[in-house]
């Protein structure tokens, strides 16, 4: 099942940003159980100070590596907003043509909680419309763009018809492979839900065709993502160790080495990111602790920003497949940074 | 206090899984009186002078442990440039670079490590490490040694 958050990352929440702050982190879940609450975005009550009124920086241990005092890392206000729409980005995969050499298919998978409409861009430069604020997209030579409407449904699978596939021959070679600051993309795949009316919800993947040199294919890598969520929008980014959370819980507790469970305390299952390393390595209780003492990620030592609690309490009661079946879905992304 | 009411857990499910899946060449126990307080057995690694070896040592959790590092010290004589006469070790994650995601396990493989590859350059006993740096081979022949007299009692 995938979830994906997204951070805010230009504005980090201020120590003394009291509850009535307006939300500035916006957190997605690409799944069914996230709806937001009314079509709002759900808050999320997690800027607790003193939720442990007992500890403080005062009464740490005072070990080697903690001498200096730490300012405590914040803990992320976010809230929950639906994303209709999820390319599986480790599905995104291209075929080629049997007879002809220069005939490319697109596959992947996707979901869809409306009526989608999916359109490939080959060659595409990305504009943002001055009126709708929205990005669109424009390709240098004629027909390449494809589009096709699917309906509502999870787990649907994309292929190229004849008609849509690539065709190498059509479009400059160095230009199917993204160069950096390059003023065109490859390949962009938008996923257009249908049915919100105005208000428009995509997801859009940038991808770039690399020479496979053994096999003398082309394929086809992903460059990045991005959620368009009315006129804001934001990329995309993975958070590590999310897929291993949520999934069956029966067996946590007793299991000594599940690759769920919190890297402090061994016991609770992870549902803290840290950022922004985006790093899924604690349990809310141990972040709640660890942000008094320390100011560094426990898997790749950075220095934290902020702390993002993810929750997966819905995602246990509304899908009670387990093991592998609810974990290898996952796109596991969150969003970060307003473009 | 309530806040650290998971760690104990945590000692518990890392004991635990010592003493199920010990790591190769280690054995650690917690002493019968205090859980935080372990006896740890290491073998010398193979092709370095600690070979056939049983090395002591002792392993104390501290309080603040897993916020803090472990406390470990070489109870067997040992020479080593980065082991010093107490048997106190100059390890990075022991210090400054340690991470509460590191547990026993990950410390005492970091210390077998290290008892591979020696860091003169890093010193805790200089004089020790000016050996290694200076005459190699004769710092591992006196390490034999050292590892034939205190280290290999049976």
């Given at each position: 099942m995938g979830g994906s958050g997204s951070t805010n990352r230009a504005s980090r929440n201020g120590r003394d940003q009291g509850p009535t702050a307006p939300p500035q982190q916006v957190y997605i879940f690409q799944n069914g159980s996230y709806a937001p609450q009314g079509g709002r975005p759900y808050q999320m009550n997690y800027n607790t100070a003193g939720y442990y009124p007992n500890i403080g920086p005062a009464i740490a241990p005072p070990g080697q590596h903690m001498r200096q005092q730490i300012a405590p890392a914040q803990l992320k206000k976010t809230c929950v907003v639906k994303n209709p729409v999820n390319l599986k980005k480790s599905s995104l995969a291209m075929e080629k043509d049997p007879v002809s050499a220069n005939i490319y298919y697109i596959e992947f998978d996707f979901d869809a909680l409306d009526e989608v409409e999916i359109t490939i861009y080959f060659v595409a430069k990305e504009a943002e419309d001055k009126n709708t604020r929205l990005p669109r997209f424009t390709c240098e030579s004629?027909?390449?763009?494809?589009?096709?409407?699917?309906?509502?449904?999870?787990?649907?699978?994309?292929?190229?018809?004849?008609?849509?596939?690539?065709?190498?021959?059509?479009?400059?070679?160095?230009?199917?492979?993204?160069?950096?600051?390059?003023?065109?993309?490859?390949?962009?795949?938008?996923?257009?839900?249908?049915?919100?009316?105005?208000?428009?919800?995509?997801?859009?993947?940038?991808?770039?065709?690399?020479?496979?040199?053994a096999s003398?294919?082309?394929?086809?890598?992903?460059?990045?993502?991005?959620?368009?969520?009315?006129?804001?929008?934001?990329?995309?980014?993975?958070?590590?160790?999310?897929?291993?959370?949520?999934?069956?819980?029966?067996?946590?507790?007793?299991d000594l080495s599940s690759g769920r469970e919190c890297v402090i305390c061994l016991s609770e299952e992870r549902d803290t990111a840290v950022l922004p390393c985006r790093h899924m390595c604690l349990c809310n209780g141990c972040a709640n602790i660890m942000r008094m003492q320390s100011n560094k990620c426990p898997i790749c030592r950075q220095p934290v920003s902020s702390l993002l609690q993810i929750s997966?309490?819905?995602?246990?009661?509304?899908?009670?497949?387990?093991?592998?079946?609810?974990?290898?879905?996952?796109?596991s992304s969150a969003a970060a940074a307003p473009s | 206090m309530a806040q650290q009411a998971g760690i104990p857990k945590r000692i518990e499910k890392e004991t635990l899984k010592l003493s199920q899946e010990p790591p190769p060449g280690i054995n650690a126990q917690p002493d019968s009186g205090n859980y935080r307080y372990f006896k740890v057995l290491m073998e010398g690694p193979e092709g370095t002078p600690y070979q056939d070896g049983l090395y002591h040592l002792e392993l104390f959790l501290p309080e603040g442990y897993p916020m803090e590092p472990p406390k470990v010290r070489f109870l067997t004589k040992i020479y080593h440039p980065n082991i010093d006469k107490l048997g106190r070790i100059c390890l990075d994650v022991l210090k400054d670079k340690w991470s509460p995601a590191l547990q026993i396990r990950t410390v005492l493989l970091s210390i077998q490590a290290l008892l591979s590859s020696p860091e003169p350059d890093d010193p805790l006993d200089t004089s020790v490490a000016d050996h290694f740096k200076q005459n190699k081979r004769d710092a591992e022949n006196v390490a034999r040694e050292w590892n034939r007299t205190y280290a290999c009692k049976s």
């Open positions: 004629k027909d390449s763009a494809v589009s096709r409407r699917f309906p509502k449904g999870m787990k649907q699978h994309y292929r190229s018809s004849s008609s849509e596939a690539l065709n190498l021959l059509s479009h400059p070679l160095d230009k199917l492979t993204y160069k950096k600051d390059a003023d065109t993309y490859p390949v962009v795949i938008e996923l257009h839900a249908i049915g919100a009316g105005d208000f428009v919800q995509s997801q859009y993947t940038y991808a770039s065709l690399e020479m496979d040199k003398n294919n082309w394929s086809l890598h992903t460059l990045k993502q991005k959620v368009q969520y009315g006129e804001k929008s934001y990329e995309v980014q993975e958070i590590y160790g999310i897929e291993k959370a949520g999934g069956s819980s029966e067996s946590l507790g007793d997966v309490q819905d995602r246990k009661r509304t899908s009670p497949k387990k093991g592998k079946g609810a974990s290898s879905s996952s796109s | -």
